[in-house]
């Protein structure tokens, strides 16, 4: 019989709310993190807003020696673990080195320290190459970002990276929770982080047409998943990780626990680098592996936490496939995309996803998607248009998709 697998505690470093409660209080009220960008100057771009983390003190998280040789990933997801674990009640600092073996790290992060290996690149080439970190190399592997997770905490189980685009995190999750259901460790920290705001990658993702170019007067209103007006997606950073436990180890220490992963699935359309397959088969189907894991019929889940990037692609067959996976249920679905909040944080967004949901079960209120002024006619499902709303519920489904064909899905149970 499977191990089950529950989650203890919560961190987030988000665009619209630094801490746990602050992104839960601003996402339920429906309050943008979307603004214009201050990290570099994009006067020049056609596309200057990004949901970026703002009043943040990195140093608290980095020293200032180290600060120059890692990526701005690296203090989010530190901060968002670091409250993760004081909010699952775990002290690493007391713990010996044993007990600390038995605590693994599952990152998902699609950029890794991209921008710092651009900002490397930028010293080189103006001639500032004695600016240039002796850290380049290390830093700008991707595997090296759960490492710095493990060394701050002093955690010694494994250390991995897990990065498929934009369902990293949700991939990451579900790594961390096949692992301890097959009784590898009892606990892991999983989550996502991305810092993708920087002006080689903005210019890359303009290039690809594929972000909003209208809204830069009122970002605020730039992210409309949905919406019939949408023209793109925003580009986002932050950090949102959980404690992963076995259920039983869980409850032997007297942790409270906000929820279940259920279940977990993940497919392939083997289609294309960026587009979608418009018969919306293979999301659906990763949702469907979900729920068979799961045990639980369609008709059982209440609430989906919809990918809903704002991209005309993205948001269509996204509904088509929710309409396969649901048949006539998910009309009777209540649904939203918390990337109308936040923006579009990357390999990220799934963990996001599932911080808001999770804080969901805990309050009995879903979230709403804001800035669906006129909806898509190919849209059109109940997305918790504007404000949040009463919902007490025992399952949902958390949905990411993804470049390069991937599509990934989590089944999370409420316990109360």
């Known amino acids: 019989m499977k191990r089950r697998v529950v989650i203890t505690g919560i961190g987030a470093i988000s665009p619209n709310g630094n801490g746990r409660e602050a992104f839960w209080e601003a996402t339920r009220n429906g309050v943008s993190g979307v603004r214009n960008i201050t990290r570099f100057d994009a006067a020049g771009y056609p596309v200057r807003v990004a949901g970026e983390v703002v009043d943040f003190d990195e140093d608290r998280y980095v020293t200032y020696k180290d600060r120059p040789h890692v990526s701005r990933a690296v203090p989010l997801g530190v901060a968002a673990v670091e409250e993760a ?10 713990m010996t080195r044993e007990q600390l073996r038995g605590i693994g790290v599952s990152l998902g ?16 080439y103006t001639g500032n190459q004695k600016q240039c970190s002796v850290y380049t190399i290390p830093t700008s592997t991707i595997g090296t970002l759960a490492s710095e997770i493990s060394m701050r905490f002093g955690l010694r189980g494994f250390s991995h990276v897990v990065s498929t685009g934009c369902t990293s995190s949700t ?5 961390a929770y096949r692992n301890i259901q097959a009784g590898v460790l009892d606990t892991i920290v999983a989550g996502g982080v991305d810092a ?17 170019t209208r809204w830069n007067d009122e970002p605020h209103r730039a992210s409309r998943p949905f919406s019939r007006d949408r023209d793109g997606f925003v580009i986002a950073e932050g950090a949102w990780f959980f404690l992963l436990e076995e259920m039983e180890h869980a409850r032997a220490r007297g942790a409270r626990i906000y929820g279940e992963i259920a279940g ?3 497919t392939c359309e083997a289609y294309h680098r960026v587009r979608l397959e418009e018969c919306g088969e293979e999301p659906a189907r990763a ?27 993205n948001d269509r067959i996204e509904t088509r496939a929710m309409k396969l996976a649901f048949n006539g249920h998910a009309y009777k679905l209540a649904g939203s995309s918390l990337k109308s909040l936040i923006g579009h ?7 996001a996803g599932i911080a808001a949901t999770l804080l969901s079960m805990r309050d009995g209120v879903v979230a709403p998607t804001i800035n669906v002024d006129e909806s898509d006619p190919e849209c059109d499902l109940d997305y918790i248009p504007a404000v949040a709303r009463p919902l007490d519920f025992e399952y949902a489904v958390a949905n990411c998709i993804a470049f390069g064909s991937k599509n990934s899905a989590l089944v999370l149970r409420n316990l109360r």
Not at 85 to 94: E, K
Not at 109 to 124: I, K, V
Not at 287 to 308: K, W
Request: charged share 15%; net charge negative.
């Open 85 to 94: 674990l004081c909010d699952s009640g775990i002290d690493t600092r007391s």
């Open 264 to 266: 977990y699935g993940s």
């Open 196 to 212: 993708p705001i920087a002006p080689l990658i903005l210019r890359g993702f303009i290039l690809m047409r594929i972000m909003t």
């Open 345 to 351: 944080p990357q390999g990220a967004c799934g963990a």
């Open 171 to 175: 991939d990451a999750i579900g790594y």
């Open 287 to 313: 949702m469907g592996i979900a729920l068979d894991e799961a045990g639980v019929p369609p008709e059982a889940v209440q609430y989906v936490n919809y990918h809903g990037t704002s991209t005309e692609l």
């Open 109 to 124: 992060s699609g950029g890794g320290s991209q921008e710092f290996t651009e900002e490397q690149y930028r010293l080189y």
